[in-house]
């Protein structure tokens, strides 16, 4: 049976290692902190996992959140102008929030309690190299952050060279449930806004996600030093909700509003980009690189966690077919990840570009026909489908046809 080494414990590394684990593949993941540091750190990320993610953490046996009051419904997408958007489109099935510090150090007690290794180590190139003498291949899931150096940025793939919005993310108190549970998108001239439940160890509160186009007005609140001036950054933060995301704001209580938790907060840029997907190493092994150590994408569309769950059980099952786990086997195992990842690149920079009409013509029908709203909103859960969708005008043309011909 072959030995991988799996570096860093977010949910690509954490899923690739708890599927392995299932098909009896040794494992060691090697984190950068250990599940009581990341409990008690700071947020990296709020991400919504969709219909097909949880249903892989059922696969798993970790779907320790999938009750009812967890699950997200649908999504609200809301354009006010001419001519008004507002629809509350449908899931196909329930997607979930949960604080990745409540998320991942259970994951990974799942994964030790059932015979998993773990070492708290954060190896930069020469320690990849070091630790993949002990192990047959090095699978890199060691995120955005991560500087390896090893995956240099692929630019036939990477249409960008800079962040398309400029974020501020957090954790609020005061902002009022909606029913049924549902993403709350607020699409303006100055970015987006989006909220949604998510569940932390302290229980419910709202994660708020503003992505404020360069430049524009919504991006000075990734430069309010929130952690100095809570009341002042939560001021500034009411007014701009107020002026782009006023249905949000009429569902804020002032007197209650405010971060859950110094610190949690999240501001900057992310340059969407893919990487090299593998690497020889010093050593003569190989290492793969998986999730956002290989493909960054701006959160916009609600895909990178999504997709890095989805890459970790398609690598598995080529790991677990076994080796020689070599440049050959990580060439094949990089491009047919790159197949899944591809449509979902190709739709996230969509979305982050300057906004296609066809897309504002999806938006306008789903307005008024409740199955286009719940057809675009389930295809969050189907990013090739999604993809398909809003490729061309030509594609968005056909793709209404079917589904308003479905009836
Ligand atoms: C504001 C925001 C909102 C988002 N919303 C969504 C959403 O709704 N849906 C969605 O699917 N995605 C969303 N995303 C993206 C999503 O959170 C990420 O794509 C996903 O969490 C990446 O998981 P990962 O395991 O690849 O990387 P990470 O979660 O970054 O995990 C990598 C881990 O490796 C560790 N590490 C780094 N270097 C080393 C090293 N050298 N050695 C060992 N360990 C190391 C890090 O500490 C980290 O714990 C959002 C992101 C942001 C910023």
Not at 86 to 115: C, H, K, M, Q, V
């Amino acid at each position: 049976m072959p030995d991988i080494a799996i570096v860093g414990a977010g949910v690509s590394g954490l899923h690739l290692a708890l599927r392995l684990q299932q098909a009896g593949v040794s494992t060691t993941v090697y984190a950068e902190r250990s599940p009581e540091e990341v409990a008690a750190g700071r947020p990296l990320s709020l991400p919504v996992r969709f219909g097909n993610t949880v249903r892989r953490e059922r696969e798993l046996d970790v779907a320790h959140w999938d009750q009812p009051e967890n699950h997200t419904l649908g999504v609200h997408l809301v354009a006010a102008g001419e001519p008004d958007i507002r629809f509350l489109g449908r899931l196909d099935e329930p997607a979930s929030g949960i604080d990745l510090r409540l998320y991942l150090p259970t994951l990974t007690a799942d994964y030790l309690n059932r015979g998993g290794r773990m070492e708290v180590l954060t190896p930069d190139a020469e320690g990849i190299d070091r630790v993949s003498r002990r192990h047959d291949l090095v699978v890199a899931a060691s995120g955005r952050t991560a500087r390896t150096g090893l995956f240099p940025r692929d630019p036939e793939r990477s249409p960008y060279t800079e962040p398309q919005r400029i974020l501020t993310a957090g954790l609020f108190n005061g902002i009022a449930p909606v029913e049924p549970g549902h993403i709350h998108f607020q699409v303006s001239g100055a970015g987006e806004i989006f909220s949604t439940r998510i569940l932390t160890a302290d229980g419910p509160v709202h994660g708020m996600v503003v992505e404020g186009l360069p430049g524009g007005p919504l991006e000075q609140l990734a430069s309010h030093d929130h952690a100095a001036d809570p009341a002042g950054f939560e001021k500034t933060l009411l007014a701009l909700v107020a002026e782009y995301a006023p249905d949000l704001r009429a569902r804020i209580t002032d007197s209650e509003f405010g971060i859950r938790r110094p610190g949690d907060v999240i501001q900057g840029g992310l340059t969407p980009t893919v990487r090299r997907g593998w690497a020889t190493l010093p050593s003569g092994r190989v290492a793969l690189a998986l999730g956002d150590a290989w493909v960054l994408n701006d959160p916009l569309t609600g895909q990178g966690a999504n997709l890095g769950s989805r890459c970790a059980f398609e690598l598995a099952g080529l790991i677990e077919r076994g080796g020689p786990f070599d440049a050959s086997f990580a060439e094949r195992a990089s491009e047919r990840l790159w197949r899944i990842a591809e449509p979902v690149v190709s739709w996230s920079n969509l979305n982050i570009g300057p906004p296609p009409e066809h897309l504002g013509g999806i938006f306008v029908t789903a307005t008024g026909d409740q199955r286009v709203a719940d057809a675009f909103v389930s295809n969050f859960n189907h990013p090739a489908d999604m993809w398909e969708a809003v490729k061309s005008p030509e594609a968005t043309e056909a793709w209404l046809r079917d589904v308003t011909a479905a009836g």
